[in-house]
């Protein structure tokens, strides 16, 4: 039997999103097994740094650690900030992922396709295929995730016909429009969900003298966070610690503050779409008209971006039925169809 008969045969694939607020796994024909908060917690000791937690038990500590416990995020703009936490991540999630399939298939190390942002260096690819071959991988394949999201949600990317995606993650936006398997036009912006809930600290902060955690920034903004105005807005009693007293205290805030709150990161992200179409050619753009553009990434759940991207484009706009999942489910589409990949 040749080498690469044997690698199919026993070879685990497996498709991973690695984003900055979580990391999803696509194992062979099981589809998505795994999906938890890109998040470690670390215990420092005087000669050594110890991981205790992975994913969603770490980002539960986030905010509420004691001194010698450190509750860390290592994506930061969908690439790496901290090596070697990211290294043990990925060796907990690839582990993890492993245990979903049969004993022969562990035989050999899992061929992994990593879905990255368009806009990263090459340095910065070279640190994402390094760090997943320390974790454990064998081959590693990247692409980029545009590329990925619109496979994940259906989108007729091998046409000779314009698609148009728009993939809001933690820390960043991508949007490109495709056409017979390649991207024609990018924009990738380094704005995302983190940048949202940043945004909803900092007007806490300055309006309210109230500071909350990222947890709660979170809550907010998926609770009553909006990019347009909605029916039957709500309010929320947000709890906090009062910046000048220090004593804990709770403020009523309303769904329109939060809207102008998120202006700012909004209209970067609105920016690279009118951007990305500014650059696209003419025949291509034509093909929006009908095809639209679609949203994913869990920024796409925010209310009410879909309908001022219409207004702000002229277009129809459309969210994908499991925005989370696009990317990762991008990347496990791949492994199953070599001409994507290989092209």
Same mark, same amino acid.
């Given at each position: 039997?040749?080498?690469q +008969?044997?690698? /199919? *045969?026993?070879?685990? =694939?497996?498709?991973?999103?690695?984003?900055?607020a979580?990391?999803l796994? +696509?194992?062979g &024909?099981q589809?998505?097994?795994?999906?938890?908060? %890109?998040?470690?917690?670390?215990? &420092?000791?005087?000669? %050594?740094?110890?991981?205790?937690?992975?994913?969603?038990?770490?980002?539960? *500590? @986030?905010?509420?650690t004691?001194?010698?416990?450190?509750?860390?995020?290592?994506m930061?703009?969908?690439?790496i900030? &901290?090596?070697?936490?990211?290294?043990e *991540?990925?060796? $907990?999630? #690839?582990? /993890?992922?492993m245990?979903?399939?049969?004993? +022969?298939?562990?035989?050999?190390?899992p061929?992994?396709?990593?879905a990255?942002?368009? !806009?990263?260096?090459e340095?910065?690819?070279?640190?994402?295929?390094?760090?997943?071959k320390?974790?454990?991988?064998?081959?590693v394949?990247?692409?980029?995730?545009?590329?990925?999201?619109?496979? !994940?949600?259906?989108?007729?990317?091998?046409?000779?016909?314009?698609?148009?995606?728009?993939?809001?993650?933690?820390?960043?936006?991508?949007?490109?429009?495709? %056409?017979?398997?390649?991207?024609?036009?990018?924009?990738?912006?380094?704005?995302?969900?983190?940048e949202?809930?940043?945004?909803? *600290?900092? $007007?806490?902060?300055?309006?309210?003298?109230?500071?909350?955690?990222?947890?709660?920034?979170?809550?907010?903004?998926?609770?009553?966070g909006?990019? =347009?105005p909605?029916?039957?807005?709500?309010t @929320?009693?947000?709890?906090?610690? &009062?910046?000048?007293?220090?004593?804990?205290?709770?403020?009523?805030?309303?769904?329109?503050?939060?809207?102008?709150?998120l202006?700012e990161p #909004?209209?970067s992200i609105?920016?690279?779409?009118?951007?990305?179409?500014?650059?696209?050619?003419?025949?291509?753009?034509a093909?929006?008209?009908?095809?639209? #553009?679609?949203?994913? !990434?869990?920024?796409?759940m925010?209310?009410?971006?879909?309908?001022?991207?219409?207004?702000?484009?002229?277009?129809?706009?459309?969210v994908a039925?499991?925005?989370?999942?696009?990317?990762?489910? !991008?990347?496990?589409?791949m492994?199953?169809?070599?001409?994507?990949w290989?092209?």
């Amino acid at each position: 039997m040749g080498t690469q +008969y044997l690698s /199919k *045969m026993f070879s685990t =694939y497996i498709g991973l999103d690695l984003g900055t607020a979580n990391c999803l796994v +696509y194992v062979g &024909d099981q589809g998505v097994v795994l999906a938890e908060p %890109s998040v470690v917690a670390v215990k &420092d000791n005087k000669q %050594s740094m110890s991981v205790i937690a992975v994913g969603s038990e770490a980002k539960d *500590m @986030l905010g509420k650690t004691p001194v010698n416990i450190r509750a860390i995020r290592p994506m930061k703009d969908g690439v790496i900030a &901290d090596f070697q936490i990211t290294e043990e *991540m990925l060796r $907990h999630f #690839i582990r /993890k992922g492993m245990r979903q399939v049969p004993w +022969y298939r562990r035989i050999l190390a899992p061929i992994l396709v990593v879905a990255v942002p368009s !806009g990263i260096t090459e340095v910065e690819k070279r640190a994402v295929e390094d760090s997943a071959k320390r974790a454990g991988a064998g081959e590693v394949l990247l692409v980029e995730e545009p590329m990925a999201a619109a496979i !994940g949600v259906g989108l007729p990317v091998a046409d000779p016909a314009g698609s148009m995606i728009v993939d809001i993650g933690g820390g960043t936006t991508e949007v490109a429009v495709l %056409s017979l398997t390649g991207i024609v036009s990018a924009r990738s912006v380094r704005v995302g969900g983190d940048e949202l809930d940043d945004a909803i *600290m900092n $007007h806490l902060r300055k309006v309210h003298n109230l500071l909350i955690g990222e947890l709660t920034a979170e809550r907010i903004k998926i609770k009553i966070g909006s990019a =347009y105005p909605v029916k039957d807005e709500e309010t @929320l009693d947000v709890k906090g610690l &009062d910046q000048a007293s220090r004593i804990p205290k709770t403020v009523k805030i309303t769904a329109a503050e939060i809207r102008i709150a998120l202006q700012e990161p #909004i209209t970067s992200i609105l920016e690279a779409v009118i951007g990305t179409l500014d650059d696209c050619p003419p025949d291509l753009a034509a093909d929006l008209i009908d095809r639209g #553009i679609m949203l994913a !990434g869990g920024g796409a759940m925010l209310a009410g971006l879909d309908k001022l991207l219409t207004e702000e484009t002229g277009l129809p706009v459309f969210v994908a039925d499991n925005p989370l999942n696009a990317v990762v489910n !991008g990347a496990g589409r791949m492994l199953q169809e070599e001409k994507l990949w290989s092209r």
